[in-house]
């Protein structure tokens, strides 16, 4: 496209686009819209809803409440939610067996959902680290995580929850090789139609916190910076995505959003590709607790966020406001 030269003042005077409401909404490059969003929830074994202290606004969710929500979803023109299980820590193993459980907490929510709002789709995320007594991403021997054994677990977990209804799978473990893997897996069994989101460049960050509290997930020895990405490369995280566009991912997500937008537009220009940008658990935490201060507008700054990551170039942001953000603008 051939770009306008610009005239000079005073011909050119660009607040004029600005002097209203109605002018400015003519004029607006970006747009956020309740189907940009995917709704991320913990959902847990008991009854009810339990809040997460260190997330206010937000619980784990029974099965019946997901139902609730998925109905929810529905009514408000969210297009998919997110779901990832609390365990209860008696029931972990340190091979993670749950996760691959057909009947278990994540078969019967996604079922649940589906059966409530089966216009309403459901993702499902494919790592151990929720079922694992020791928090890592995968199987542990000697005090390391082995990618090849992992695999094993995950394309089993993956299958699973195809056969549960997910709509969506999304490995977020950062294991080598696990998309191309479960891609192959999940085609030999007839799932050909399931979408595979991958968290192919997720960094090892400190605004995981909230969320490692929500789900149980805190790992009980080290750190996952052996296999999350090293916030300081930018040049690794496009060849991870590269690589696993290559193995067969149809989406690929940054991970977090916004200390990573540069992350999110260097993907989205180079490979124009569907991005995802997950606004994490930390992310949501730090906003609300500002705003509980009165240091900020809540309403003004999660739309400021959000808007960043879609300008940046995401296609989908996963976020825990969605339901918020979806309320303000049915």
Request: hydrophobic share 45%.
């Amino acid at each position: 496209m051939t770009k306008a030269p610009l005239a000079a003042y005073p011909a050119l005077r660009l607040r004029r686009l600005r002097q209203a409401d109605w002018i400015r909404r003519l004029v607006r490059e970006t747009v956020l819209t309740p189907s940009d969003l995917i709704w991320s929830m913990v959902v847990h074994e008991g009854e009810g809803q339990v809040p997460v202290g260190s997330m206010p606004g937000v619980s784990r969710l029974s099965v019946k409440d997901a139902a609730k929500a998925a109905k929810e979803a529905r009514d408000l023109g969210i297009p998919a939610i997110a779901v990832f299980p609390h365990i209860d820590g008696a029931k972990k193993d340190a091979a993670g067996t749950l996760a691959r459980d057909p009947d278990g907490l994540v078969a019967r929510a996604v079922k649940a959902m589906k059966d409530a709002a089966p216009e309403v789709g459901v993702m499902c995320d494919v790592a151990l680290d929720p079922f694992t007594e020791h928090g890592h991403d995968g199987v542990v021997e000697g005090g390391r995580i082995l990618n090849d054994a992992t695999i094993e677990r995950l394309v089993e977990q993956g299958l699973a929850q195809a056969k549960a209804g997910c709509d969506i799978l999304a490995p977020s473990d950062m294991m080598d090789g696990r998309v191309g893997v479960v891609r192959r897996v999940l085609d030999e069994a007839g799932f050909t139609h399931v979408p595979i989101m991958s968290y192919a460049a997720k960094f090892a960050s400190g605004l995981y916190g909230p969320f490692r509290e929500a789900a149980q997930s805190t790992p009980q020895f080290g750190d996952r910076r052996g296999y999350q990405m090293d916030p300081a490369n930018a040049e690794e995280a496009l060849r991870e995505v590269a690589l696993d566009i290559e193995e067969g991912a149809d989406i690929v997500m940054v991970k977090p959003a916004l200390p990573y937008l540069d992350l999110v537009h260097r993907v989205k220009e180079r490979f124009a590709y569907p991005v995802a940008a997950y606004h994490v658990s930390g992310e949501y935490s730090m906003v609300k607790a500002a705003a509980a201060r009165g240091w900020i507008d809540e309403t003004r700054v999660v739309d400021e966020s959000l808007l960043a990551i879609r300008r940046a170039g995401a296609d989908i942001i996963i976020t825990y406001f969605a339901r918020d953000v979806a309320r303000r603008r049915s």
